[in-house]
């Protein structure tokens, strides 16, 4: 076990294992993680460098070793006990949940425990920024949703589903052909051949409105190819333009829900982000949905177009009759 994938659970494992044992021998240590001795101090010269931010005196792992014993001298923090925020804990949960409910997850029942430990746990943590019903979430349909196109995919039926477009704030009738499920940054996605624009595209299982398992097989065509997300689920297009907004607290499910980059957590739990997008009408009524929650930095022509459309909506308000004491 000296490879990249195994070394970091390693080294995770390692500080809480010397911890626990104060002046274990390095062959022993070695034997209980099935490595060599070789190995396992270059492990130890590898922790000497991890430890907190700051990356100075009193911030690094430190070891000491007298003849062939480890002692932890310090743990730059690593015994303290896990305090999850509560956007931590709701991003974390969907995550594990995600994985309890997809085929081929190696042990199904160690995700399950791990939810159950969570949850119990959430009631401590401490708030940052969650919005309640206005972010991902995993919700009952979503799950239900995830079931039925895993169980398609094992199947190898086709799906008809109402799927929901963002970007253009539309909903679509499609058919699709199912090829996979991804967990891409905590959010499910369903790859499949859309036999209405006759290519392979992500569909968020999150905005499946409805869904239908067909009698007819899934089949895609031989040239579909599973789609490159080394850059991201989403990438730019020309066509596209980029706006900067600066997110209240009660906004921040926007960077949530919708593709965009993070730039910068401000005062006060506000966030600065980025965010692409090709319909300036979509937009405009994005921000004005965010009542007064969100701002727009750049581009220009944006923030003039919310303006100028709020104002068209205080102007007609004017001449709407008045039912207030009615």
Do not use: N
Not at 212 to 234: I, M, N, Y
Not at 282 to 307: F, N
């Amino acid at each position: 076990m000296s490879g990249s994938t195994e070394r970091m659970p390693r080294l995770l494992a390692l500080v809480p294992y010397l911890l626990a044992r104060p002046g274990v021998r390095v062959d022993e240590a070695a034997h209980d993680f099935d490595v060599t001795p070789r190995q396992l101090r270059k492990d130890l010269e590898l922790l000497w460098m991890c430890g907190l931010p700051g990356y100075g005196p009193g911030d690094l792992i430190d070891l000491s070793f007298e003849g062939d014993t480890i002692v932890v001298t310090h743990d730059a923090g690593m015994s303290r006990p896990l305090r999850l925020t509560g956007s931590e804990a709701t991003a974390l949960l969907v995550a594990l949940r995600a994985l309890a409910d997809t085929p081929g997850v190696v042990d199904g029942d160690a995700v399950r425990r791990s939810i159950a430990k969570i949850e119990a746990a959430a009631g401590q943590a401490q708030p940052a920024g969650v919005v309640v019903g206005g972010g991902v979430r995993e919700g009952k349909r979503a799950a239900k949703t995830r079931e039925e196109v895993a169980a398609a995919l094992q199947a190898g039926r086709a799906l008809r589903m109402r799927y929901y477009t963002a970007s253009k704030d539309q909903m679509t009738e499609r058919t699709v052909d199912p090829m996979r499920l991804l967990i891409v940054q905590a959010v499910g996605y369903l790859e499949a051949w859309c036999r209405r624009v006759e290519d392979v595209r992500l569909f968020r299982l999150d905005r499946i409105d409805e869904l239908t398992v067909l009698d007819e097989p899934a089949a895609p065509p031989a040239h579909a190819r599973p789609t490159d997300l080394s850059d991201g689920v989403f990438s730019a297009r020309p066509d596209q333009c980029e706006a900067e907004l600066v997110l209240e607290p009660d906004a921040r499910w926007v960077a949530e829900y919708y593709p965009c980059e993070e730039l910068a957590e401000l005062d006060g739990g506000r966030l600065r982000i980025r965010m692409r997008y090709a319909d300036e009408s979509w937009m405009v009524r994005l921000v004005l949905g965010l009542a007064g929650d969100a701002q727009v930095e750049s581009p220009v022509t944006l923030a003039d177009a919310v303006r100028r459309r709020a104002a068209d909506a205080v102007a007609r308000s004017r001449h709407l009759p008045s039912t207030y004491g009615r």
